[in-house]
């Protein structure tokens, strides 16, 4: 029987080793012998290099090697293409995938030209500044529209141009669509560039013994086993041969399955060629020039709509800023095309992006991975039409939901997983009225016009969104009761502070009836689970979690078998209770775990023929299709007109992730999405000059928003189960901050009806928000939405 722990909020099992410092990160581990390593990164954003000398540096004391792209041989190859683009009629696709070393040519500032190995850190770093680059500068591309002028320089001369991709996808006849509309709505929209900036930074640690010839490799990396196979390919070694471990890692966020960074590739191949460990552990200022970023597009968006307020079709053209090189493929912008049609019925749609290079840190997704960018450009469309029509922002969108009773719904437009995009249940309606009733539709307008009144403004916005979830290709585990008693889960999937360590530990004890605390987890170590992908796209629960349900099932099958025939009962005759297996008629009669274990290993006699020994067993699950998670935002701003700060008041989530494994832990990762979606909105962007030049590299000029800025969210849950996994699950990490920007857009101009505010670009700041206030025409009440309210 299920003790419910599944659904319920024990404390979390890796807690204590978090909160006492004795959890493993990459940057703990110290070998015997060990060197360190620093690199020596392009000043420039785009010049031919044409000399490196080491001279100098060589000759420092404890230099012990300087490696440059020449001295790497056959070794030199561009990073793979992790993500190759759907099959989309008429794509084009030119791939340029980073390289170890920069050779001949420097594409942002930040790439890695040598490699500087030492007998500690800061004499690699003394000897780095000693390494000369003669640098021929050539003009850099910033700018995302002038890149893919004829004028243009071109990044990669092999192609031409600055075009990386060209995609064009629609459903239904939009121009058609467009002849029976009664208003047309056309706005162009900017969302700019953002970094994960997870707590831990990059590190790689490795070390090769020649006596096993085994090389051992701890990564911050969110997919170690792809790691794993893709460095043993590059050394010719056996994947057994090569062990990966991710062990507690501080924070992904999506650079961190970005494959293989330059340093992945490099300081393993060091280890072995030196004969010993090697290590890197990026820096800070590191992290803004060489690990992936997000964002930068601009969309010039169309949406017809009729009198009443229903979408007729959408059309939406869009640049997308790809940076120096291209390795993850189209999966950012594919996911802008295919998110942009969120929870509506959009009878038409027809979306083109152009993914443009330019002298940029490359593009992988961050948290959301483009979503945030057509879920803005939809919602932003959306709130412009309810204002030209008198109609309420809730009231445009409750006319234009997907009806409960369409599921499964498909658009004619492919997904990044190469099939038409695919929802697989939803009931979006109920989470609008939710929402409302939280932040209080009855008194809101009564408190806003009080408070005007004093000469104070404050505004609500609220957004609907749509997150594909749990895709896969798959994920696998094995479950072991242990002749201890206790039950031991493995899987290959990496963890980042999710809480998989509790979250699978609950799955499992509710299946086999032991205590969560009883089930201890492992992840992230190849040499433990050697299949699977990789934590990514809010998949682990719902695929991983999935196969931890199987392979669970399937001991629980084998612990009552053993435990009735040793029992001397029959198999439907015993039940399974606190970590026992006893008879339904006489519960007095019952054996351990610890002592079935036993059983099922015998030390004499055989295995009975058709059983395995041991109470083990491994499962995968793949999905045909991911599972559909959605939800509604809603927020309270206070804008002070004059300095054009913007404080906070309440922020509410009502969202739909299926069924629950953990609330606290659901909780915890709906707090955080929107404080990165609050950060995304307010205070973070990456500002790049001319040059190329990142201008705000530390975070001293980088704004994260802190404790003080994120308010505590008020939530609320739905649960729509997901029909595709045994356990209903869809994801919930990324779903915090992809409407954020939208929602925060629309309560400040609902704050300031007494100016033609309308806020079309991602991230503002204080100062960009205080122009576009300077900017604002005043509008006669009247003319604006409240008057519909």
């Known amino acids: 029987m299920s003790r419910g722990h599944v659904g319920s909020s024990p404390v979390r099992n890796e807690d204590r080793r978090l909160l006492t410092g004795a959890a493993l990160f990459v940057d703990d581990v110290h070998l015997d012998g060990m060197l360190h390593v620093a690199f020596v990164r392009s000043d420039h954003a785009h010049a031919l290099i044409n000399s490196v000398d080491t001279t100098a540096a060589l000759e420092r004391p404890g230099v012990v090697a300087i490696i440059t792209a020449d001295m790497l041989g056959d070794y030199w190859q561009p990073g793979p293409l992790l993500v190759p683009p759907p099959p989309v009629e008429g794509l084009v696709f030119n791939q340029a995938s980073q390289v170890p070393l920069a050779k001949d040519r420097v594409r942002h500032v930040g790439e890695a030209i040598a490699m500087v190995v030492a007998e500690s850190r800061y004499l690699a770093e003394d000897a780095a500044a000693d390494v000369m680059v003669d640098y021929e500068p050539l003009e850099p591309v910033v700018d995302l529209e002038a890149a893919l002028t004829p004028e243009a320089p071109v990044i990669h001369p092999q192609f031409g141009t600055n075009l990386a991709a060209h995609v064009a996808q629609r459903h239904g006849d939009y121009e058609e669509a467009k002849t029976h509309a009664d208003l047309v709505i056309q706005r162009r929209f900017h969302y700019d560039r953002g970094a994960a900036a997870a707590m831990e930074n990059r590190a790689v640690v490795a070390r090769w013994d020649a006596r096993s010839e085994e090389l051992t490799i701890w990564d911050t990396t969110q997919a170690p086993i792809p790691i794993r196979n893709g460095l043993a390919r590059?050394?010719?070694?056996?994947?057994?041969?090569?062990?990966?471990?991710?062990?507690?890692?501080?924070?992904?966020?999506?650079?961190?399955?970005?494959?293989?960074?330059?340093?992945?590739?490099?300081?393993?191949?060091?280890?072995?060629?030196?004969?010993?460990?090697?290590?890197?552990?990026?820096?800070?200022?590191?992290?803004?020039?060489?690990?992936?970023?997000?964002?930068?597009?601009?969309?010039?968006?169309?949406?017809?709509?009729?009198?009443?307020?229903?979408?007729?079709?959408?059309?939406?053209?869009?640049?997308?800023?790809?940076?120096?090189?291209?390795?993850?493929?189209?999966?950012?912008?594919?996911?802008?095309?295919?998110?942009?049609?969120?929870?509506?019925?959009?009878?038409?749609?027809?979306?083109?992006?152009?993914?443009?290079?330019?002298?940029?840190?490359?593009?992988?997704?961050?948290?959301?991975?483009?979503?945030?960018?057509?879920?803005?450009?939809?919602?932003?469309?959306?709130?412009?039409?309810?204002?030209?029509?008198?109609?309420?922002?809730?009231?445009?969108?409750?006319?234009?939901?997907?009806?409960?009773?369409?599921?499964?719904?498909?658009?004619?437009?492919?997904?990044?997983?190469?099939?038409?995009?695919?929802?697989?249940?939803?009931?979006?309606?109920?989470?609008?009225?939710?929402?409302?009733?939280?932040?209080?539709?009855?008194?809101?307008?009564?408190?806003?016009?009080?408070?005007?009144?004093?000469?104070?403004?404050?505004?609500?916005?609220?957004?609907?969104?749509?997150?594909?979830?749990?895709?896969?290709?798959?994920?696998?585990?094995?479950?072991?009761?242990?002749?201890?008693?206790?039950?031991?889960?493995?899987?290959?999937?990496?963890?980042?502070?999710?809480?998989?360590?509790?979250?699978?530990?609950?799955?499992?004890?509710?299946?086999?009836?032991?205590?969560?605390?009883?089930?201890?987890?492992v992840t992230g170590d190849t040499r433990e689970f050697g299949w699977g992908t990789g934590t990514f796209a809010s998949r682990g629960a719902v695929v991983a979690g999935s196969a931890c349900h199987e392979a669970a099932l399937s001991v629980r099958r084998k612990v009552l078998d053993v435990g009735a025939r040793v029992l001397g009962v029959g198999s439907e005759e015993v039940e399974l209770s606190y970590g026992t297996v006893r008879v339904i008629a006489d519960p007095s009669r019952s054996i351990t775990f610890g002592q079935l274990a036993g059983h099922a290993n015998p030390l004499r006699g055989a295995v009975v023929p058709g059983t395995e020994p041991g109470l083990e067993s491994t499962a995968y699950f793949g999905p045909d299709h991911g599972s559909t998670a959605s939800g509604v935002h809603a927020i309270v701003v206070e804008v002070d007109p004059e300095t054009a700060m913007v404080r906070i008041d309440r922020y509410i989530v009502v969202h739909d992730c299926g069924k629950l494994i953990n609330p606290m832990i659901v909780a915890g990762q709906v707090q955080g999405g929107v404080a990165h979606g609050i950060g995304n909105a307010f205070y973070e962007k990456l500002v790049y000059d001319e040059g190329g030049q990142l201008m705000n590299a530390s975070f001293a000029d980088y704004l994260l928003p802190t404790a003080l800025d994120v308010p505590r969210v008020e939530m609320a849950h739905r649960e729509t189960t997901a029909p595709l996994n045994p356990l209903g699950l869809k994801g919930v990490g990324e779903a915090g901050c992809i409407p954020t920007g939208a929602v925060f857009a629309q309560a400040i101009e609902d704050a300031l009806p007494h100016l033609a505010l309308e806020i079309r670009e991602i991230p503002l700041s204080p100062s960009r928000l205080f122009e576009l206030l300077q900017a604002a025409e005043p509008v006669r009440l009247s003319d604006t939405a409240l008057a519909a309210d």
């Open 234 to 521: 590059m050394l010719g070694l056996l994947e057994s041969q090569v062990r990966v471990v991710a062990p507690y890692v501080g924070g992904g966020f999506g650079p961190k399955i970005m494959m293989f960074y330059p340093e992945e590739v490099l300081v393993p191949w060091a280890a072995i060629r030196l004969g010993r460990p090697v290590k890197w552990a990026e820096d800070r200022q590191e992290n803004f020039f060489a690990t992936t970023q997000e964002r930068s597009q601009i969309h010039d968006a169309e949406m017809a709509l009729s009198r009443d307020g229903k979408i007729l079709g959408v059309r939406d053209f869009f640049f997308h800023d790809t940076g120096a090189y291209d390795p993850y493929g189209l999966t950012v912008p594919i996911n802008s095309q295919c998110t942009l049609l969120g929870p509506y019925d959009v009878p038409a749609y027809h979306s083109e992006f152009s993914a443009v290079f330019t002298n940029t840190v490359t593009v992988t997704p961050v948290r959301g991975a483009g979503r945030q960018h057509g879920v803005f450009v939809m919602e932003r469309l959306l709130d412009i039409a309810a204002r030209e029509l008198g109609l309420t922002p809730d009231e445009i969108r409750r006319r234009n939901y997907l009806r409960s009773d369409v599921f499964p719904h498909t658009f004619q437009i492919l997904f990044q997983d190469f099939a038409p995009l695919y929802y697989d249940s939803g009931n979006y309606a109920p989470a609008l009225e939710a929402a409302l009733d939280i932040v209080g539709r009855e008194t809101f307008r009564q408190e806003q016009a009080r408070l005007r009144a004093e000469g104070r403004f404050i505004g609500m916005g609220i957004v609907s969104y749509v997150e594909g979830t749990g895709i896969g290709p798959y994920e696998g585990a094995r479950v072991t009761v242990e002749p201890s008693g206790r039950v031991r889960v493995a899987t290959g999937l990496g963890t980042q502070g999710q809480g998989h360590y509790t979250a699978f530990a609950q799955i499992v004890a509710d299946v086999l009836d032991v205590e969560v605390d009883n089930v201890n987890v």
